[in-house]
């Protein structure tokens, strides 16, 4: 869906995305996961750096993992932390009676209740392998993507892929700028990798639609 805020609105949210957002790089590790503070990272000795790298990417050839950025705006919102920051009032957008009913009406179920957020940033190397969302006592509905990202090129990796039952990428949707993906839970899809030669991160507010 194109142009799900309108031009202001999107302006306003990608131009607050160039203030202090605390991005930290976020991963999973043995059923664990982990947010290392840039400065986490950028203190590890290249040998560390490598360790840590060759040990997410040996997990990714057969087993869910994620590598990305992220900032987990439902968590700040509820803590009252950043609460003046402009992706809140998207997140209040998103919460909203307006909202809420269109998200109940868009995916036929009556018992949508809120819609959590984080931003996450995908820079070149950072990728989201093969799941399909389910995590019990979630509650999840559906789950939604709004791209954050202008002038994205196909073979720059990203894309939102949706995977059939012969292991087909049957789908698949490039970031774009203020464009809402939305999709049932479960449903089995993946973020490519980011190419090393991307001209920009990849960047959304991303979440689930829950009861």
Sequence with gaps: MPDILSSQSVNKLVESLSQDIP???HFNSSGNVYDLEPAQFEALPDSGKKSLTD??????????QYL???????????????KQHYVMRVYEFLNSKRFLSFARELTGNADIRLVDAQLTRYQPGHFLTCHDDHVPGKNRVAAYVL???DNWRP???GALNFVDGDGHIAEGYMPRLNALNVFKVPQLHS???VAPFAGSPRISVSGWFRT
Excluded at 59 to 64: Q, T
Excluded at 68 to 82: A, R
């Design 68 to 82: 990305f950025e992220n900032f987990p705006v439902s968590d700040m919102y509820e803590s009252g932390h950043f």
């Design 191 to 193: 973020v490519g990798c």
């Design 23 to 25: 991005w930290k790089l």
């Design 55 to 64: 040990a997410i990417h040996a997990n990714a050839r057969s087993n869910f």
């Design 155 to 157: 073979d720059w990796g």
């Design 147 to 149: 791209g954050l990202t």
